[in-house]
T-cell receptor
Framework: QKEVEQNSGPLSVPEGAIASLNCTYS??????FFWYRQYSGKSPELIMF????GDKEDGRFTAQLNKASQYVSLLIRDSQPSDSATYLC?????????????FGTGTLLAVQP | EPEVTQTPSHQVTQMGQEVILRCVPI?????FYWYRQILGQKVEFLVS????????KSEIFDDQFSVERPDGSNFTLKIRSTKLEDSAMYFC????????????FGPGTRLTVL
């Protein structure tokens, strides 16, 4: 069974702090990894994707991937109250017609003003 | 910026009725998906569609479900005889190419089966 594990939280951080969100996955064949943000009652919104081991930075967000440990994380620097949402980790394959996404249950982040 | 659209935003139906959920994927995308999310649970894959045929479906996608791309823009999910447990948010997503490209999600349709 292909799974994605995330701590459901809530993860509470003060405004301006770094929020660290973690995810592990079971399928060693996974090639692509995604972080989506989901506000309550809304659809998933892409934050970042990462395919290669190491770090990838985009503005206040940094994704980190370690395929050997089957671990992917998301760091949010200078957290803002507007970052308060559920963060979904997902992985997919590479190529082919399917490339379905397998999602974790998400981590609820609460940024305290 | 192009986006995936879905209609209706909320559909209420009686158990046993048929519903059709509609999606307009991003115009140059080739791969289409339906996911669902039961309240408080994770987003689950239902089906993927490419080149006018289903490429993969999950265990959830049984004979009561079907998908269709009736024209060059719409992508529909039909549930023939709804059950109470079909109540969920249904998200359509689309992807540009066959690589590991990002899937973009529509706003969702909330289906409530009474």
């Amino acid at each position: 069974q292909k799974e994605v594990e995330q701590n459901s939280g809530p993860l509470s951080v003060p405004e301006g702090a770094i929020a660290s969100l973690n995810c592990t996955y079971s399928d060693r064949g996974s090639q692509s990894f995604f972080w989506y943000r989901q506000y309550s009652g809304k659809s998933p919104e892409l934050i970042m994707f990462i395919y290669s081991n190491g770090d990838k930075e985009d503005g206040r967000f940094t994704a980190q991937l370690n395929k050997a440990s089957q671990y992917v994380s998301l760091l949010i620097r200078d957290s803002q109250p507007s970052d308060s949402a559920t963060y979904l980790c997902a992985y997919g394959g590479y190529g082919g017609a399917t490339n379905k996404l397998i999602f974790g249950t998400g981590t609820l982040l609460a940024v305290q003003p | 910026e192009p986006e995936v659209t879905q209609t209706p935003s909320h559909q209420v139906t009686q158990m046993g009725q048929e519903v059709i959920l509609r999606c307009v994927p991003i115009s140059n995308h080739l791969y289409f998906y339906w996911y669902r999310q039961i309240l408080g649970q994770k987003v689950e894959f239902l089906v993927s569609f490419y080149n006018n045929e289903i490429s993969e479906k999950s265990e959830i996608f049984d004979d009561q479900f079907s998908v269709e791309r009736p024209d060059g823009s719409n992508f529909t999910l039909k549930i023939r005889s709804t059950k109470l447990e079909d109540s969920a948010m249904y998200f359509c997503a689309s992807k540009a190419s066959g690589g590991a490209d990002t899937q973009y999600f529509g706003p969702g349709t909330r289906l409530t089966v009474l």
